[in-house]
């Protein structure tokens, strides 16, 4: 026998998913072309604590 499905409720359930979908791209589209305004200060910050690459022989 089959499953009975509230059309209502399949309807609103595939149009969550498509806005979430939709939702999902724009923010990948918008965060790739927005610079991030710390990214400088962070990078002077970072290259204070880097350690120093090992040498052979040592």
Known sequence: MA???N???AR???DRTA???KAKERR???SASRPDPD???RER???G???DEPTDGA
Do not use: T
């Open 49 to 51: 604590k880097r350690l």
């Open 28 to 30: 990948a589209l918008r």
């Open 19 to 21: 806005r979430k979908e």
């Open 12 to 14: 609103k359930a595939a």
């Open 39 to 41: 990214a400088p200060r």
């Open 3 to 5: 499953e009975i499905v």
């Open 7 to 9: 059309l209502n409720k």
């Open 45 to 47: 910050e970072f290259d």
